[in-house]
């Protein structure tokens, strides 16, 4: 059984500093693009990062470009999110997501949430003074 399992997130102030990990067990092929999304209350899951198998290819959404570091370990099948200088607006829970396909991806596929095919459990990341 393939599964997403997620750790870390938290409270902390603004200007403070979190991180999010996410290991997948359970599968033989791991060479997938994987991303990160977040979902505040009452707006839809927006890709947050997201990085190529070799880590040549990193995308950032502009809101958290400059912030937010993503990475990943493929030893351990593992991706995690580094957030730094967090703001109130980086509320929400946050979930990795790996995608559907293995190989490339463009910007405009690594959006589309039906073009993943695993999610992780969600973890709550909450900015507050």
């Known amino acids: 059984q393939v599964q997403a399992v997620q750790s870390g997130g938290g409270s902390v102030t603004p200007g403070g500093s979190l991180n999010v990990s996410c290991v997948v067990s359970?599968?033989?092929?791991?060479?997938?693009?994987m991303s990160w999304f977040r979902q505040a209350p009452g707006k839809e899951r927006e890709l947050v990062a997201s990085?190529?198998?070799?880590?040549?290819?990193?995308y950032y959404a502009d809101s958290v470009n400059g912030r937010f570091t993503i990475s990943r370990d493929n030893t351990k099948d593992a991706v995690y999110l580094q957030m730094n200088h967090l703001e109130p607006e980086d509320t929400a829970v946050y979930y990795c997501?790996?995608?559907?396909?293995?190989?490339?991806?463009?910007?405009?596929?690594?959006?589309?949430?039906?073009?993943?095919?695993?999610w992780g459990q969600g973890t709550q990341v909450t900015v507050s003074s």
């Open positions: 359970g599968r033989t092929y791991t060479r997938y693009f």
């Open positions: 990085i190529s198998w070799s880590g040549d290819s990193r």
């Open positions: 997501a790996s995608l559907r396909y293995p190989g490339g991806a463009d910007t405009d596929a690594l959006r589309r949430l039906e073009y993943y095919d695993l």
